[in-house]
């Protein structure tokens, strides 16, 4: 089941086994075994991928804020 959808979640896997073999297994277990037949586990997307005008926008903020940091070591010396 995991092996032909990458989507599914151990608890899933362990609620079919459940109701297939009639025997509970944790998901814990479920997680365990697959990462030690190389089963990775699944990625979650962690946020937004950025448009070409937000990197840039991202960009252009960072270079001043560089520009400030530069500019108050210069001071201190």
Known sequence: M???DRSVTSRTVAQYIE??????????IIRRRSQQ????????LLGLPLTQ???RLRRHWCDER???????SRIRV
């Open 2 to 4: 995991a092996v032909t």
């Open 19 to 28: 109701s297939v073999t009639h025997h509970s297994v944790s998901a814990c």
């Open 37 to 44: 037949i190389g089963l990775s586990a699944r990625c979650p």
């Open 53 to 55: 005008n937000h990197r």
């Open 66 to 72: 560089r520009m400030w940091v530069h500019h108050d």
